[in-house]
């Protein structure tokens, strides 16, 4: 039975409740967007599946005020060695345990369902975010003004339609929103099966050891990795010859795990092949339909860097949502979502192809991976993260694209905490801007953290030779000044604010 009362109206629509979809709901909730999420599942699954974010994803749970939530649930990650068949190393690719200018450690293992736990409760704090669970969305019809979107409430078979100005698809690999978008996706050529064995354990195994192992094994190349708690979990690679379901029997994956442990050392909590693949969506938007996280692009999960890109979307898309919303911008802002993203995300599933590729090859044997040939001492493996691709920022100007550090402000807490969700110019004194600038920024809502809030402020300029740098809401740099002339450039490009810094939350008990 159809309800035929007129349908409720949203500015957003999610659609997928998983991590991207919840932070985005999460970021939109800060910026007062009235938002709505569809989940078609009644619950977190419960199952382990991503397993490691880094200290740009921790920032960004920061911004949503959910990072000491968080923090309880995971562990810090020392980094990656890759062993030869014989157990050789042949590359370390450690982490430092100390945080990074992000102002948070560039590793951290969790358990999904930990996560996606808290940043599902996180959206109580927002009364105008609406979260549906057992609703299946079937249909999307755009128009000048809108969306209809149609779904069913899969615990009662009612159908239901509602209205939305924008709908972003955080639906998966197999996404009905991109299928309503008609993309198709560009394939960067890696498809393999493997096993995904996920254990726990029922003594104490330390010497498993906290460093995830890459077993380049070219007979059977497999994967260790720490989880949190007794949780340990190994990838190991299917043989073109073999059946998946074979595989995955209890007794042919206790086989395959015995030269690390036996079934009295563990019981299984999951055992699956799963393929792995490198594709990324060729359209990110048409109109008001958008795409974030896994529905956008699937990467080989060597880097870990899965559910981090998918973040990273979120990131970028929230503020600029909100600034349309609110009519501070146009809608072809939303252009320069899939530009910046998309370069920046196929850079990682690149390197983490190279990266598969020297898992299963004996190339790295060679010392191929670091142009160089080994000898004794391992190669050591360091990853810089890309740049944005091309859209807002100004890309002629220093620093354009790049990730701004997070600085320790004078009273001892976080520049971020500080800002918010929101653009934010550096400067080493506030008096190198003009009364007339300083009264702009603070009319357009834009932040100014100066040498005098933080010391660190003033160093890290020199460093880079400037006088001033545009950070956006999701921390990147827009561009730099080096003399009076950029710094009026910058101001000129700024969009004005696309939210208040962070709202206090919503008392529980007053939200209806």
């Known amino acids: 039975m159809q309800d035929r009362s007129a349908p409720e109206h949203f500015d957003v629509v999610i659609v997928g409740r998983g991590p991207v979809g919840a932070t985005l709901a999460n970021l939109l909730g800060l910026c007062g967007v ?116 149609r779904y069913e409430d899969l615990s009662n078979g009612k159908l239901s339609e509602i209205r939305a100005g924008y709908v972003v698809g955080c639906d998966g690999a197999r996404s009905l929103v991109r299928r309503f978008i008609g993309s198709g996706m560009d394939d960067l050529g890696f498809h393999e099966r493997w096993l995904v064995v996920d254990v726990l354990l029922k003594r104490n195994r330390d010497d498993l050891g906290d460093y995830s192992i890459q077993h380049c094994d070219p007979r059977r190349p497999a994967t260790y990795v720490r989880g949190t708690g007794t949780r340990r979990r190994w990838e190991i690679t299917v043989r073109p010859d073999e059946d998946s379901q074979e595989v995955a029997q209890p007794a042919m994956v206790w086989k395959l795990l015995s030269r690390w442990i036996a079934p009295g050392d563990a019981e299984i909590e999951r055992a699956a092949v799963y393929t792995f693949h490198s594709t990324i969506a060729q359209q990110w938007r048409s109109g008001r339909l958008l795409l974030a996280g896994d529905s956008a692009h699937q990467t080989p999960p060597f880097l870990g860097q899965g559910m981090c890109a998918g973040i990273r979307d979120a990131a970028n898309l929230a503020w600029k949502l909100g600034a349309i919303l609110r009519g501070r911008a146009r809608a072809d802002l939303l252009d320069t979502y899939q530009s910046e993203r998309l370069p920046h995300v196929r850079e990682f599933i690149e390197l983490a192809i190279r990266l598969g590729g020297v898992i299963n090859t004996r190339a790295i044997e060679a010392g191929l991976a670091a142009g160089e040939a080994r000898e004794n001492a391992p190669v050591k493996l360091e990853v810089k993260k890309p740049l944005l691709g091309p859209g807002l920022t100004l890309s002629d100007l220093p620093l354009a694209g790049q990730l701004a550090p997070q600085f320790a402000l004078n009273d001892g807490s976080r520049s971020d905490d500080r800002i918010g969700y929101a653009h934010l110019v550096l400067v080493e004194s506030a008096a190198a801007l003009s009364s007339r600038l300083r009264s702009r920024l603070s009319q357009a809502g834009i932040a100014i953290l100066t040498g005098d809030d933080a010391e660190g402020v003033g160093g890290w300029l020199h460093e880079h030779g400037i006088a001033a740098a545009l950070v956006r809401p999701d921390r990147y740099v827009r561009g730099a000044a080096r003399n009076d002339a950029e710094l009026d450039r910058l101001v000129a490009a700024i969009i004005p604010p696309t939210c208040h810094p962070r709202p206090e939350p919503t008392p529980l008990e007053d939200i209806p």
């Open 34 to 149: 009235r938002t709505l999420v569809l989940e078609r599942e009644a619950r977190t699954y419960h199952l382990p599946r991503a397993v490691h974010f880094d200290d740009e994803c921790m920032r960004v749970f920061q911004t949503i005020g959910l990072a000491d939530a968080i923090l309880p649930h995971v562990i810090l990650s020392p980094g990656m060695r890759f062993l030869d068949a014989d157990g050789r190393m042949l590359l370390d690719w450690s982490r430092p345990q100390t945080p990074t200018p992000m102002g948070w450690n560039l590793s951290y293992r969790f358990h999904q369902p930990d996560l996606e736990d808290a940043l599902i409760g996180g959206l109580n704090r927002w009364p105008h975010v609406t979260l549906r669970n057992r609703c299946d969305v079937f249909a999307l019809d755009q128009d000048e003004r809108g969306v209809r979107v």
